[in-house]
T-cell receptor, first 116, second 115 residues
Framework: DADVTQTPRNRITKTGKRIMLECSQT?????MYWYRQDPGLGLRLIYY???????NKGEISDGYSVSRQAQAKFSLSLESAIPNQTALYFC???????????????FGPGTRLTVL | AQKITQTQPGMFVQEKEAVTLDCTYD???????LFWYKQPSSGEMIFLIY??????QNATEGRYSLNFQKARKSANLVISASQLGDSAMYFC????????????FGQGTTLQVKP
């Protein structure tokens, strides 16, 4: 089984709808991240969390919110989806222990979201 | 501010040849880490190789090596003996010395391996 899972894998929705993307991990990592990928822009950080009570905005948090329900679960919500939020969304985890620069981030398989 | 630049949107290489994917970075941190990820057409992000700013030797992982030139702020990925399965998007990323652990990504380079 995959260590980092994302649901749904694909979603098509309409402008104005609320949508939630879910991420679960079995790696036991404290740190979780949400990124979005757009063609020609690479991946950009939306939100990140160090634990259930520690949530932080990334560089493109406008229009998004998150919830860290447990150490293993980190959800991303689009309160009112708009077409320019059409993108590939990734959840990632990393451990806190040790020298953080050397800790790899482990990515989920991605959620392809289309907002019509 | 930290920045990663990948100037090659697309690259072609003949099967079994070596290819270099360019990556330059900008940071004021003294301690940082550089990563390369591979993204095949299926979409997942696959970690390839890591280089720390204080590592004196270039990192190697199988057919992947990282040509780290600190003074020039470059961290190019070298793939030796290219295979058809190497066709993918490749991302260079950097983690700075702040405690967020977040990665800053470049725009990516699409590599196509020709038979």
């Amino acid at each position: 089984d995959a260590d980092v899972t994302q649901t749904p894998r694909n979603r098509i929705t309409k402008t104005g709808k609320r949508i939630m993307l879910e991420c679960s991990q079995t790696k036991g990592h404290d740190r979780m991240y949400w990124y979005r990928q757009d063609p020609g822009l690479g991946l950009r950080l939306i939100y990140y969390s160090f634990d259930v009570k520690d949530i932080n905005k990334g560089e493109i948090s406008d229009g998004y919110s998150v919830s860290r329900q447990a150490q293993a679960k980190f959800s991303l919500s689009l309160e009112s989806a708009i077409p320019n939020q059409t993108a590939l969304y990734f959840c990632a985890t990393s451990p806190t222990s040790g020298w953080s620069l050397y800790n790899e981030q482990f990515f989920g398989p991605g959620t392809r979201l289309t907002v019509l | 501010a930290q920045k990663i630049t990948q100037t090659q949107p697309g690259m072609f290489v003949q099967e079994k040849e070596a290819v270099t994917l360019d990556c330059t970075y900008d940071t004021s941190d003294q301690s940082y880490g550089l990563f390369w990820y591979k993204q095949p057409s299926s979409g997942e992000m696959i970690f390839l190789i890591y280089q720390g700013s204080y590592d004196e030797q270039n990192a190697t992982e199988g057919r992947y090596s990282l040509n780290f030139q600190k003074a020039r702020k470059s961290a190019n990925l070298v793939i030796s003996a290219s295979q058809l399965g190497d066709s993918a998007m490749y991302f260079c990323a950097m983690r700075g010395s702040g405690n967020t652990g977040k990665l800053i990504f470049g725009q990516g380079t699409t590599l196509q391996v020709k038979p």
